[in-house]
């Protein structure tokens, strides 16, 4: 199911939640929505998942609005970042609710995925920890089956054994079934390894969606010890993002493929020189820096 936001704007009051989005995600691929707490994360994940209503724009599910669409909303399912269960159920009763809600639920995953996780079904919710309940979460959503899933901080709570199993079964639904993933969160670091494509919010406003593979292909790190420190120029040609000198060496952060700034580096004459990749963290911190926003208010590790 393709799903795509078209300049979409939500306000509450006098505040502009969300400021003409757009993103688009595709079939069988795992995209990150990152940014601070604030940046309008939540409010745009809960208007693709037909909670909220925009004030402009338009969200669609293969051309299908999805705001108060059965239909839509049936192959489409929303984990927020405290899930939510009846009071005093347990996990049963809850799969009860979630199989009477989406025709895609099964039994037969529904206790594969407890016996995986080890949980008890008759425990009561309001007798369970955050990451057992977030666990919970996880066991109802991916008995459904939907083909389109919306995770807003989805590995709060989780101790590092039971996140790799979550993800390797997203991972799994992803490749087997062409599930799409929104995952929304603040951790660049925790999103590397596990997204195709990302985009990062600010105050609502949508600053970059690229291709995760691309976004690290196009920028490097560049190390490089002179004799004499290069001129002006050599920044200008190497189209620095930053720089920084210690004593005979200077470490810039620069876009381009390898060969094209192997080229100019060597035009300078250097002693020795290196070209290392960046982690997606040091990307955003100058790509951000870049469009003139404090990164401080942009990454929390």
């Known amino acids: 199911m393709n799903v795509k936001a078209i300049e979409v704007t939500k306000s509450f009051d006098r505040y502009q939640a969300v400021r003409e989005a757009t993103l688009e995600l595709e079939p ?57 269960f009846f009071n005093y159920s347990n996990l049963i009763e809850m799969a009860g609710f979630y199989k009477e809600s989406y025709p895609g639920f099964s039994d037969s995953r529904f206790h594969q995925l407890v016996k995986l996780l080890k949980l008890n079904p008759k425990q009561r919710f309001n007798r369970m920890s955050k990451g057992m309940k977030r666990q919970a979460a996880f ?6 089956h939907p083909q389109v899933l919306l995770l807003d901080e989805p590995f709060d709570g989780l101790d590092p054994v039971v996140r790799h199993t979550i993800k390797n079964l997203l991972i799994q639904d992803v490749s087997n079934h062409q ?3 929104l995952v929304s969160s603040h951790n660049l670091r925790e999103m590397e390894d ?4 990302i985009s990062i919010m600010h105050e609502g406003t949508m600053l970059i969606n690229r291709e995760l593979d691309s976004l690290k292909r196009d920028h490097c790190k560049v190390q490089a010890a002179f004799e004499t420190l290069p001129p002006e120029s050599f920044y200008r040609d190497l189209k620095a993002l930053d720089r920084k000198i210690k004593g005979r060496v200077v470490t810039c952060i620069t876009a381009g493929s390898d060969s094209h700034i192997e ?39």
Do not use: W
């Not at 596990?194 to 494509?197: I, L, P």
């Not at 997606?280 to 870049?290: C, D, R, S």
């Open 179 to 181: 599930m799409s993933i």
């Open 194 to 197: 596990f997204c195709d494509s």
């Open 139 to 144: 066991i109802l959503s991916l008995s459904c």
């Open 28 to 84: 069988g691929t795992i995209h990150g929505l990152l940014g601070s707490n604030g940046a309008g994360k939540t409010t745009f994940l809960k208007l693709l998942a037909g909670i909220y209503r925009a004030d402009s724009g338009q969200i669609l599910y293969d051309k299908r609005e999805v705001y108060e669409n059965t239909a839509v909303k049936e192959a489409m399912l929303f984990m927020p970042d405290i899930p939510y």
């Open 263 to 301: 080229e100019i580096i060597t035009k300078y004459h250097p002693l020795m020189y290196d070209i290392l990749p960046l982690t997606l963290e040091e990307i955003f911190t100058y790509e951000m820096g870049g469009h003139g926003y404090a990164i401080e208010n942009i990454i929390v590790e």
